[in-house]
Structures are given as structure tokens and as C-alpha cells.
T-cell receptor, first 114, second 108 residues
Framework: SAVISQKPSRDICQRGTSLTIQCQVDSQVTMMFWYRQQPGQSLTLIATANQGSEATYESGFVIDKFPISRPNLTFSTLTVSNMSPEDSSIYLC???????????FGQGTRLTVV | LAKTTQPISMDSYEGQEVNITCSHNNIATNDYITWYQQFPSQGPRFIIQGYKTKVTNEVASLFIPADRKSSTLSLPRVSLSDTAVYYCLVGVNNDMRFGAGTRLTVKP
């Protein structure tokens, strides 16, 4: 099973600023996913990031607000841009090694925007 | 995308068997059924996956009827540490959208 490291684990940011979250995997994977999870809620998929192609965003999420990089098969970043308090949430990355929805998750980044 | 429906919450007692059912009436031929467990302040953890009939591992069993329109996650002899949210996910490839999940509370 893949081991995923996310950085930072938590941060408190000022509104109007941007935060870049890093996701490092200990093996090469094709599919990486970024999620947002509000307290007590389910996970909401932000985008799917495959190496060598543009990320595919879910309805309600746009590249200008959540730009994603995927420079290689072991690394990805999600930037939360021009933050507002509504962006306060937990952000998680995950990988799917098999392509059959058997995914592994990082511990998440707890973001608070003040 | 096959949507899923699960009970919002369930209560159980230590030592009991817990069965959580997920409905997925629009499941496609190629879709797998995958269950995840999530503890507070942690990312979801893969529990079990199946396509049809029954699958069993060291943690749980997954029962899938012939029509595949539902599935049941069975947790034998639960303990307090099984208190978590359980998600049923139906799809294939990059189809990684989660439903609301079932919050299981195990009581002493």
C-alpha cells in the first residue's frame, strides 16, 4: 500500500493569501485526487490529477481558485488561492494504485482562514 | 456515476455483529464496490472491495447480491475502536466521489 505524506498538517492563514499543500507518495502512481472535507461532513472531490495532463475539476471547483500541479508520478500540489474564511476545511490527497477505486489517503491538511 | 444511499447513523454494542447496507441502484457493469473507514482527524482507510457475491478479509466481509444493486458491509464482533464513519463507494477508475457515509457508534 502507498504511503502518503501531506504538508503542512495544519495552517492558519490570512484572508486574501494563498496556501500550497504538498502531497508526496512513496511509489509511482498514475491517479491522484484532491478532496475537501468540512467538519462532520463527507469528502468532496475537488479534482483528479494525472501526471502529464491537466487536472480534471469537479463541478463547483475552478482552476483559478484551486490550481494543481502534478510534475511527476510521486508528487502533487494543491494551491488554495485568494482564501476566505469559507475555505477553512481539511484538504486531503489520495492515490489509486490499481485504478479500481482502492485508494490510499494522506492525513490531511487542516486549514483555518482568519 | 452510481449514487449510493446509506443510513446516516447506527449504534451498536461491543461484541455484536454490525451490518451496514449501501444501496446503489444505478451501478454499472464495470463498477466495483469499495468500503472505507474514517476516524476523526484521519484520512479514510480502505477496508474491503468486491464486485459480486461475497468477499472476506481479516477486517470485514462484503456481501453483494446477484443484481448488485446493494451491498452489505459486515463487521464481526465490533469493539469501541470500530466507532467511525463508513463510506460505500461505487465506481471504477477515477470515479472517486464519496457519499454521505454511515456514522457507527459502538457503545460499551
Amino acid at each position: 500500500s502507498a504511503v502518503i505524506s501531506q504538508k503542512p498538517s495544519r495552517d492558519i492563514c490570512q484572508r486574501g493569501t494563498s496556501l500550497t499543500i504538498q502531497c508526496q507518495v512513496d511509489s509511482q502512481v498514475t491517479m491522484m485526487f484532491w478532496y475537501r472535507q468540512q467538519p462532520g461532513q463527507s469528502l468532496t472531490l475537488i479534482a483528479t490529477a494525472n501526471q502529464g495532463s491537466e487536472a480534471t475539476y469537479e463541478s463547483g471547483f475552478v482552476i483559478d481558485k484551486f490550481p494543481i500541479s502534478r510534475p511527476n508520478l510521486t508528487f502533487s500540489t494543491l494551491t488554495v488561492s485568494n482564501m476566505s474564511p469559507e475555505d477553512s476545511s481539511i484538504y486531503l490527497c489520495s492515490v489509486d494504485e490499481t485504478g479500481n477505486t482502492e485508494a490510499f489517503f494522506g492525513q490531511g491538511t487542516r486549514l483555518t482562514v482568519v | 456515476l452510481a449514487k449510493t444511499t446509506q443510513p446516516i447513523s447506527m449504534d451498536s454494542y461491543e461484541g455484536q455483529e454490525v451490518n451496514i447496507t449501501c444501496s446503489h441502484n444505478n451501478i454499472a457493469t464495470n463498477d466495483y464496490i469499495t468500503w472505507y473507514q474514517q476516524f476523526p482527524s484521519q484520512g479514510p482507510r480502505f477496508i474491503i472491495q468486491g464486485y459480486k457475491t461475497k468477499v472476506t478479509n481479516e477486517v470485514a466481509s462484503l456481501f453483494i447480491p446477484a443484481d448488485r444493486k446493494s451491498s452489505t458491509l459486515s463487521l464481526p464482533r465490533v469493539s469501541l475502536s470500530d466507532t467511525a464513519v463508513y463510506y460505500c463507494l461505487v465506481g471504477v477508475n477515477n470515479d472517486m466521489r464519496f457519499g454521505a457515509g454511515t456514522r457507527l457508534t459502538v457503545k460499551p
